[in-house]
T-cell receptor, first 110, second 114 residues
Framework: TQLLEQSPQFLSIQEGENLTVYCNSS?????LQWYRQEPGEGPVLLVT?????EVKKLKRLTFQFGDARKDSSLHITAAQPGDTGLYLC??????????FGAGTTVTVRA | EAGVVQSPRYKIIEKKQPVAFWCNPI?????LYWYLQNLGQGPELLIR????????DSQLPKDRFSAERLKGVDSTLKIQPAELGDSAVYLC????????????FGEGSRLTVL
């Protein structure tokens, strides 16, 4: 059973469209991270959110941490083929335990 | 600065054979993780080290898996004997702190058990 549920599992969109990926849990996290993983590589950190209600922007990517620190979303504006990859959320419990969701596979078609 | 280095990148073995994976973390990173990742899924923690001490190995199948981190730097993950279900990518990661900080991952070792 996954501690973090990500949805949708797969997402295929046309270049220029917007998309949102969700990460939900019944647990409260001290912080939440988003990673992107490309085929044949390890995950790479995109952002860490710490405060409930926090919103962070990274160019065309917007990350939001829920007020109760149980859920998060990632929104991509005007997606590009380079955004293709597996998006993973990871929640930190206590001071060290990091648990990953199953990921959302995003495909952006040119 | 060199990243996390893993070897081998690919390994194909027959079931019941042993296999070992090696990881060299980023210099100065005290925390080292081994994760298992199945295709299209998120990483699942196998073991976490703080220096040379295994502080979380609750998800490591100890009947066939073993790991060590001698001198608190490099680490080796071993499977003996391998089973068909062990086919996956084994990821090593390191971090400079214990508390929810950024994990730096290697490229992984892809294991295929025939």
């Amino acid at each position: 059973t996954q501690l973090l549920e990500q949805s949708p599992q797969f997402l295929s969109i046309q270049e220029g469209e917007n998309l949102t990926v969700y990460c939900n849990s019944s647990s409260v996290f001290s912080s939440l991270q988003w990673y992107r993983q490309e085929p044949g590589e390890g995950p790479v950190l995109l952002v860490t959110v710490v405060t409930g209600g926090e919103v962070k922007k990274l160019k065309r990517l917007t990350f939001q941490f829920g007020d109760a620190r149980k859920d998060s979303s990632l929104h991509i504006t005007a997606a590009q083929p380079g955004d293709t990859g597996l998006y993973l959320c990871a929640g930190a419990e206590g001071d060290y335990k990091l648990s990953f969701g199953a990921g959302t596979t995003v495909t952006v078609r040119a | 600065e060199a990243g996390v280095v893993q070897s081998p990148r690919y390994k194909i073995i027959e079931k019941k054979q042993p296999v070992a994976f090696w990881c060299n973390p980023i210099s100065g990173h005290n925390t080292l993780y081994w994760y298992l990742q199945n295709l299209g899924q998120g990483p699942e923690l196998l073991i976490r080290y703080e220096n040379e001490e295994a502080v979380d190995d609750s998800q490591l199948p100890k009947d066939r898996f073993s790991a060590e981190r001698l001198k608190g730097v490099d680490s080796t993950l071993k499977i003996q004997p391998a089973e068909l279900g062990d086919s996956a990518v084994y990821l090593c990661a390191s971090s400079s702190d214990r508390g929810g900080g950024e994990l730096f991952f290697g490229e992984g070792s892809r294991l295929t058990v025939l």
